[in-house]
């Protein structure tokens, strides 16, 4: 099973950017479809972004034309671009497998990594 770790997450003003880094080990990411999903507290986990096996992307509407999802096979490393941040985006972010394109995750997950954006 493939092991995934979060990281880039961190304190930004509204109209800021980060880049999330999602490293794997243990397999290699080229063969699998993979995608971002956050959670705030008290909410239920939702999706945000995908990329799959052949570089297909899709977007939730509500980061659409803000954030880029990429993927580095060479590297083993999926990343998430968030520019333009909200406060509403405000989450703890996980990576995952991607089991039914586009949104729907297997359940194995990262630790996550923290995004926390300030009005």
């Not at 961190?10 to 080229?30: H, I």
């Not at 705030?40 to 992307?57: D, L």
């Amino acid at each position: 099973q493939v092991q995934l770790v979060e990281s880039g997450g961190g304190l930004v003003q509204a109209g800021g950017s980060l880049r999330l880094s999602c490293s794997a080990s243990g397999r290699t990411l080229s063969s699998v479809n993979m995608g971002w999903f956050r959670q705030a507290p008290g909410k239920e986990r939702e999706f945000v972004a995908a990329i799959s096996w052949n570089i297909v992307t899709y977007y939730s509407d509500s980061v659409k034309g803000r954030f880029t999802i990429s993927r580095d096979n060479v590297k083993n490393i999926m990343y998430l671009q968030m520019n333009s941040l909200k406060p509403e985006d405000t989450a703890i972010y996980f990576c995952a497998v991607v089991r039914q394109w586009p949104d729907r995750s297997g359940d194995n997950w990262g630790q996550g990594t923290q995004v926390t954006v300030s009005s």
